[in-house]
T-cell receptor, first 112, second 118 residues
Framework: GENVEQHPSTLSVQEGDSAVIKCTYSDSASNYFPWYKQELGKRPQLIID?????GEKKDQRIAVTLNKTAKHFSLHITETQPEDSAVYFCAARNFGNEKLTFGTGTRLTIIP | GAVVSQHPSRVICKSGTSVKIECRSL??????MFWYRQFPKKSLMLMATSNEGSKATYEQGVEKDKFLINHASLTLSTLTVTSAHPEDSSFYICSARSLAENSYNEQFFGPGTRLTVL
């Protein structure tokens, strides 16, 4: 089955700087890669996703890049703000398989 | 966006009792719902895939008789933790997949249920 690795497990960034979180996946058939933000005790919220027919996608301060050959994808947050502090999870899914496989999570702390 | 609710949000029970958790898609229909378990500071672990009108598909290592899943309608799935023990204490989260054609099969998560077994 699919295996998703995520790094780093914790990340502290000065407010205003950029944050990058990286994930690798094992199943070359995976073609959907969402990113979720989870605040303490709350539900995961989809913040951005990318499909395998696209190499990059951007939504305001958030961007995701995908390298299918290397089987890795990354989340980029620019101009970080205190409210960006949360745990971020990457995930991967093969469209023929309904299941999402999650990464281990990254705890992002924005230092004011 | 699509809304998924869970009830209860928090439950404390005695060891040996059974607890039922409901997951509802409020404004869309979902033939498939997913049940996850999340330990503190850990990732979401898929327990089972709940299919409307048929038996749930459990992940390896998840006891079917321990975690009973029923998906009776297109908007409701229930997870019953039977004969709960302290080690079952966890955060349980459901998600539902939208049937809408342009939804790209996006999953929408419920707010979670924190179960504490004394």
């Amino acid at each position: 089955g699919e295996n998703v690795e995520q790094h780093p497990s914790t990340l502290s960034v000065q407010e205003g700087d950029s944050a990058v979180i990286k994930c690798t996946y094992s199943d070359s058939a995976s073609n959907y890669f969402p990113w979720y933000k989870q605040e303490l005790g709350k539900r995961p919220q989809l913040i951005i996703d990318i499909r395998s027919n696209v190499g990059e996608k951007k939504d305001q301060r958030i961007a995701v890049t995908l390298n299918k050959t290397a089987k890795h994808f990354s989340l980029h947050i620019t101009e970080t703000q205190p409210e960006d502090s949360a745990v971020y999870f990457c995930a991967a899914r093969n469209f023929g398989n309904e299941k999402l496989t999650f990464g281990t999570g990254t705890r992002l702390t924005i230092i004011p | 966006g699509a809304v998924v609710s869970q009830h209860p949000s928090r439950v404390i029970c005695k060891s040996g009792t059974s607890v039922k958790i409901e997951c509802r898609s409020l404004d869309f229909q979902a033939t498939t719902m997913f049940w996850y378990r999340q330990f503190p500071k850990k990732s979401l672990m898929l327990m089972a895939t709940s299919n409307e009108g048929s038996k749930a598909t459990y992940e390896q290592g998840v006891e079917k008789d321990k975690f009973l899943i029923n998906h009776a309608s297109l908007t409701l799935s229930t997870l019953t933790v039977t004969s709960a023990h302290p080690e079952d204490s966890s955060f349980y989260i459901c998600s539902a997949r939208s049937l809408a054609e342009n939804s790209y099969n996006e999953q929408f998560f419920g707010p979670g249920t924190r179960l504490t077994v004394l």
